[in-house]
Every structure is written in structure tokens, then in C-alpha cells.
């Protein structure tokens, strides 16, 4: 089983609709979760941290399922300018001065159309 | 304005000889990285450095070599000896090494594409 899997999609959705990615870690002492966005050719960018709590950033909200292991990216009223590719991003604990693994999935394509 | 930057975007290379990508930052970051990317995958570790003169191995360091001489620069070489080494190479940098803080942002270059002949 892959560290950190997502749906590859791609996910083909109109202007204006509510789209949902979810992102499962298999390992349980997994310790921050982010939601990165990367355009066509582009390197990735921060979409957004992801809390224990959820959190919502304007038309995205990211949530958080310890319990299931998994995260998710719920975007809504989709707009042209969200088609890219959405990569969550796990951490494992660090310890001492030891790094903190940081797992990223392959990417799930979203792609709005008028 | 403080960034990353990799040079070249392009780079094509002849299959035996080594390259070296460049990556400088002014972000006055402690930690640095490089991944490479595949079609269809998701980012990949190559190498990591906590501070100066101090780097480690990460998830696939085979055939690639680095040396971090100063905090604002991070060269990956890419030896004959890496098998695949057609991909796209991302350098990012962060405040400190990831792991030690949710909000540990790691920014990304542009990227360098590299293409073996």
C-alpha cells in the first residue's frame, strides 16, 4: 500500500460546481497534513494546512479524519482558474534533529469547464 | 523580492554525462531540498539539507551527489550513474527542516526539466 494515495482523477467538473478530493496515509503517527497546488509545468504552492479541527479558507475546506486516515479538499462554486493538479502532503513526527518525512501523493487532476 | 530560483528550465544532457542544476534562495531559509517528479507521481526525495555543510540522503539519492557550501545555495548533481534521470527536478527551502512546526512551509523553484539524449 502507497505511504499517501489520491484519486488521479482526472475530475472534469462545469463552473460553478462543488468538487471533493480525498487523500488516504497509511502510517498512523502521520503528524501535519497540507493540501499543495501545482499548475500545468509549474512547481507546486501551498493551497492550505490542514487542522485537526478543519478550517476553511474562502471557497476550499480541508478536513481531517485521524480515525480513518484520511484527508479531504471539498472546493466550492469552482471557478476556470481552480483547474490544476491538487497534491496532499503528509509528515511524519520528527524527532531530535531528525527530519520529518514529508510523503507526497501523485496528484488528483481537477479540470473546470465553461 | 525573495524567492528560489533554478537554472536552467531546460536542460538536455547526453546519456553518461554528469549535469549539476543550480538552486539559490534569499529567503534567509536554514533547510533545503530537492525532489524530482514523473509523470503521474507525486514529488520524491533526493536529498535534504538542515545547514551548511550539512546534508543528508532522502528516498532515492542513488546516482545524484550535493553539496550545500553555502545557506543559499543547493546544487544537485546528477551522475552518469543515476539510471533515469529524465525528469523534472524541483529545489524548495524551508524556515527549518520540516516536521518541526504544522506551519513549516516548504517553497518550491520553477523547476528544471532535465532530458537525456
Request: aromatic residues 12%; hydrophobic residues 30%.
Amino acid at each position: 500500500r502507497k505511504e499517501v494515495e489520491q484519486d488521479p482523477g482526472p475530475f472534469n467538473v462545469p463552473e460553478g460546481a462543488t468538487v471533493a478530493f480525498n487523500c488516504t496515509y497509511s502510517n498512523s503517527a502521520s503528524q501535519s497534513f497540507f493540501w499543495y497546488r501545482q499548475d500545468c509545468r509549474k512547481e507546486p504552492k501551498l493551497l492550505m494546512s490542514v487542522y485537526s479541527s478543519g478550517n476553511e479558507d474562502g471557497r476550499f475546506t480541508a478536513q481531517l479524519n485521524r480515525a480513518s486516515q484520511y484527508i479531504s479538499l471539498l472546493i466550492r462554486d469552482s471557478k476556470l482558474s481552480d483547474s490544476a493538479t491538487y497534491l496532499c502532503v503528509v509528515i511524519l513526527n520528527a524527532g531530535g534533529t531528525s527530519y520529518g518525512k514529508l510523503t507526497f501523493g501523485q496528484g488528483t487532476i481537477l479540470t473546470v469547464h465553461p | 523580492d525573495g524567492g528560489i530560483t533554478q537554472s536552467p528550465k531546460y536542460l538536455f544532457r547526453k546519456e553518461g554525462q554528469n549535469v549539476t542544476l543550480s538552486c539559490e534562495q534569499n529567503l534567509n531559509h536554514d533547510a533545503m531540498y530537492w525532489y524530482r517528479q514523473d509523470p503521474g507521481q507525486g514529488l520524491r526525495l533526493i536529498y535534504y539539507s538542515q545547514i551548511v555543510n550539512d546534508f543528508q540522503k532522502g528516498d532515492i539519492a542513488e546516482g545524484y551527489s550535493v553539496s550545500r557550501e553555502k545557506k543559499e545555495s543547493f546544487p544537485l548533481t546528477v551522475t552518469s550513474a543515476q539510471k533515469n534521470p529524465t525528469a523534472f527536478y524541483l529545489c524548495a527551502s524551508s524556515i527549518g527542516l520540516a516536521g518541526f512546526s504544522s506551519y513549516n512551509e516548504q517553497f518550491f523553484g520553477p523547476g528544471t526539466r532535465l532530458t537525456v539524449l
